[in-house]
Nanobody
Framework: QGHLVESGGGLVQAGGSLRLSCAASGRTFNNVVMGWFRQAPGKEREFVSAITWSGRITDYRDSVKGRFTISRDNAKNTVYLEMNSLKPEDTAVYYC???????????????WGQGTQVTVSS
């Protein structure tokens, strides 16, 4: 398994923006799906977005469609999550993860980062 490190979280007012990054190392990340998940206090971790290795196919949960954009730079082994028009309900710890399968299911993702906190104030 590889090593993933998220960064870019922080405190932002509602309506603001943040850009999360996830840098991967320690293995070849060619042909793997990269995904973002989040876990709010007292809630289950949930799928946010995913992107294929080519970047041509992306997926988003309904509540973030039109506000979040996932992208990746394979030369840098990095995936990004651009988050705009943030809402208080987006407050959570955000995790990146890798999978060999195109899926929203967490149990199909095998490498996980430590998470980065995103807090959106109203």
């Amino acid at each position: 398994q590889g090593h993933l490190v998220e960064s870019g979280g922080g405190l932002v007012q509602a309506g603001g923006s943040l850009r999360l990054s996830c840098a991967a190392s320690g293995r070849t990340f060619n042909n793997v799906v990269m995904g973002w998940f989040r876990q709010a206090p007292g809630k289950e971790r949930e799928f946010v977005s995913a992107i294929t290795w080519s970047g041509r196919i992306t997926d988003y949960r309904d509540s973030v469609k039109g506000r979040f954009t996932i992208s990746r730079d394979n030369a840098k082994n990095t995936v990004y999550l651009e988050m705009n028009s943030l809402k208080p309900e987006d407050t959570a710890v955000y995790y990146c993860a890798t999978s060999n399968t195109w899926s929203r299911l967490q149990n199909l993702y095998d490498s996980w980062g430590q998470g980065t906190q995103v807090t959106v104030s109203s």
